[in-house]
């Protein structure tokens, strides 16, 4: 498994902007159309300013709704939401190898020029200038969601109208002069138009360095594994814990080691489809409808189709998308049996059984480590793969507790 850290990584984080723009089945591209702004005003340390802006409003992705919606009508109850986001968007950016930079950025983005912003009220000169970039981009952007078929003449208004305010008087004329450049204002307004430009403006950004030496795909799928579980609240570090016990049954059954990584990343991001599922359904506090549920289970099909727009994570889709399947056939989305289902995903599927079981839920408490291997060794030969559950019950023992 030959793979290139900075080419990987980029495409993950690529990856992750847009997924998180989903709701409701529909893209509503709030980062990808603030990266584009910003790659337009920026003068300076672009690269830095454009991952921040890929990732601006991470932090908000536990919110009950998309942080857009906050952000078009703001109410006082809500506030603590909003004040909280981009501090846990920086902690979790700067987790990323050659991220720092970026993830001050992001902490800064909702501060402005007259010092009323937040989270820590800076002014003018002392807000890093491209937080002040994104806080523009995501101005604009706000009011073409805000105001439908809004017009440049409108947005403009809007944007004279928060200088020395939101942001600086020279930073509003550079980017009513980039708006009004060949209709690109009314180019941008048009989600269909999103992608083309997205890929236009990320060509003329240089990737961020990875220094050697550093597990660079790992940690930044750690970090996706924590945005995953951030959308449900009982599932607080899940796709981590399935990832560590997958790993650890990989090596008791001595694996090659490229086949252990796999194992490995792809538990981290086994659930990532779910980032599609309305929020209103993953935390239904009662039994799902037989609809419901068929949602749910299409956050498999899901996860094959957002890995396929990282291409270097190819090989982890049989792994992951597979992991619902049962060694008897009765599992889904293909009902495959036996060898028929991946290895990896036969590992995955006893691991995930387990964290879920070991795990608080609304509708019940969690069960003890031991009491969850006993229901998993009666499933065995019917859920589970029997020679995987040899392996897996003395580990389960010991790291579940």
């Known amino acids: 498994m030959k793979l290139y850290p900075t080419k990987t990584v980029d495409e993950i984080l690529t990856t992750l902007s847009y997924i998180i723009d989903i709701e409701n089945s529909r893209n509503l591209y709030h980062h990808w159309r603030v990266a584009i702004l910003t790659q337009k005003i920026l003068v300076s340390d672009k690269s830095t300013t454009f991952y921040a802006a890929l990732l601006h409003d991470l932090g908000s992705i536990g919110l009950p709704h998309h942080i857009i919606h906050y952000l078009i009508k703001p109410n006082p109850k809500n506030i603590n939401l909003l004040l909280s986001h981009p501090i846990i968007g920086s902690q ?3 987790l990323i190898p ?4 970026s993830a001050q950025i992001v902490l800064n983005h909702h501060e402005t020029f007259d ?7 800076k002014k003018a000169k002392d807000i890093p200038e491209g ?7 995501d101005f604009i952007d706000i009011w073409i969601n805000k105001k439908k078929n809004i017009t440049l003449a409108e947005i403009v208004k809007k944007i004279k109208g928060s200088e020395n305010k939101e942001f600086s008087h020279s930073l509003g004329e550079k980017a009513i002069g980039e708006l009004r450049k060949k209709n690109f204002f009314y180019s941008i307004v048009n989600n269909k138009n999103i992608p083309n430009l997205f890929k236009e403006s990320k060509s003329k950004i240089y990737p961020f360095k990875i220094k050697r030496g550093i597990d660079a795909i790992g940690l930044t799928l750690e970090v996706v594994a924590q945005s995953i ?6 599932s607080a570090g899940h796709s981590l814990r399935v990832s560590c016990y997958a ?3 990989a090596l008791a059954m001595k694996l090659e080691h490229d086949e252990v990584t796999k194992i490995k990343w792809a538990g981290l991001i086994h659930d990532i489809g779910k980032l599609t599922i309305p929020k209103n359904i993953l935390n239904k506090p009662t039994t799902l409808t037989k609809k419901e549920f068929q949602r749910v289970t299409q956050h498999v099909l899901m996860t094959e189709k957002i890995l396929r727009m990282a291409p270097s994570l190819e090989e982890l889709i049989p792994i992951a998308f597979y992991h619902h399947e049962h060694f008897n056939g009765k599992g889904y989305p293909y009902g495959l049996k036996k060898e028929n289902i991946p290895l990896g995903a036969r590992i995955l599927c006893i691991c995930d059984a387990f964290d ?3 795990s608080n839920r609304p509708y019940r408490p969690p069960l003890s480590p031991w009491i969850a291997c006993e229901k998993i060794k009666a499933l065995s030969g019917k859920q589970f793969d029997p020679e995987i559950v040899k392996y897996a019950i003395p ?3 010991s790291l579940g507790v």
Do not use: V
């Not at 050659?98 to 930079?101: A, G, P, Q, V, Y």
């Not at 937080?131 to 981009?137: D, E, F, K, M, Y």
């Open 229 to 234: 579980d951030m959308r449900q609240p009982f």
């Open 395 to 397: 580990i389960l023992k």
């Open 92 to 94: 979790l950016i700067s």
């Open 131 to 137: 937080s002040q970039i994104i806080r523009l981009a």
């Open 115 to 121: 010092g009323k912003g937040y989270p820590t009220a």
């Open 356 to 358: 879920a079981m070991t």
């Open 247 to 249: 790993m650890a049954i």
């Open 98 to 101: 050659s991220m720092e930079k």
